[in-house]
């Protein structure tokens, strides 16, 4: 299973908003209605910020969303503040249980 | 208030065993499906296993590189979560993650990550 395609970077200027692209295939992205999405600051355990492609946990601000287009899943940070700086993982169901993550997208805060 | 630690992470010669236990408290254990999540230095995340609750047959998954090799376990008396490791490999060096599970593929709570190291 390989892992899906997420840009290596993006960067917003606070107040902006930034979309953070997460690619995959029809047998994870596409397949299932499963994608995820985690924060990490550095030397920190990771945060899920959206599950189920577009829920948000309680406590996650409503700045967050997630969407999905056939295989490419998205998260859309409006509102950008400092805080948000961090490196941002996209996740995938696969089919019989197992789960693919991206490679992670550094979000720099201009 | 959720509480997952991690523990039993070190150095390890390659081919050597170890393994990794995940107390979990503030929550119904017994429940929750859990997972193992690894992160090599200077990496992305790695999902490797997962298991479900005994209620629906505790049943368990891996992913490829670890197939074979690694053992998810619980202790649902203890609220504790293992992962077996052996055969090791430098490849394997890395901070492992206990997560549960939300829903049916996502990882709600995080403990903070033990360090396993194999070199020789």
């Known amino acids: 299973q390989s892992a899906l395609t997420q840009p290596r970077s993006v960067s917003g200027s606070p107040g902006q908003s930034v979309t953070i692209s997460c690619t995959g295939t029809s047998s994870d992205v596409g397949g299932y209605d499963y994608v995820s999405w985690y924060q990490q600051h550095p030397g920190k355990a990771p945060k899920l910020m959206i599950y189920?492609?577009?829920k948000r946990p309680s406590g996650v601000p409503d700045r967050f969303s997630g969407s999905k287009s056939g295989n490419t899943a998205s998260l859309t940070i409006s509102g950008l503040q400092a805080e948000d700086e961090a490196d941002y993982y996209c996740?995938?169901?696969?089919?019989?249980?197992?789960?693919?993550f991206g490679g992670g997208t550094k979000l720099t805060v201009l | 208030e959720v509480q997952m630690v991690e523990s039993g992470g070190g150095l390890v010669k390659p081919g050597g065993s170890l393994r990794l236990s995940c107390a979990a408290s503030?929550?119904?254990?017994?429940?929750?499906?859990m997972n193992w999540v690894r992160q090599a230095p200077g990496k992305g995340l790695e999902w490797i296993s997962h298991?479900?609750?005994?209620?629906?047959?505790?049943?368990?998954d891996y992913a490829a590189p670890v197939k074979g090799r690694f053992t998810i376990s619980r202790d649902d008396s203890k609220n504790t979560l293992y992962l077996q490791m052996s055969s090791l490999k430098s490849e394997d060096t890395a901070v492992y993650y206990c997560t549960t599970t939300l829903g049916i593929a996502a990882a709600g709570f995080w403990g903070q990550g033990t360090l396993v190291t194999v070199s020789s």
């Open positions: 298991i479900k609750s005994k209620s629906v047959g505790g049943t368990t």
């Open positions: 996740c995938s169901y696969a089919g019989s249980y197992i789960w693919v």
């Open positions: 503030g929550f119904t254990f017994s429940n929750a499906w």
């Open positions: 189920d492609v577009n």
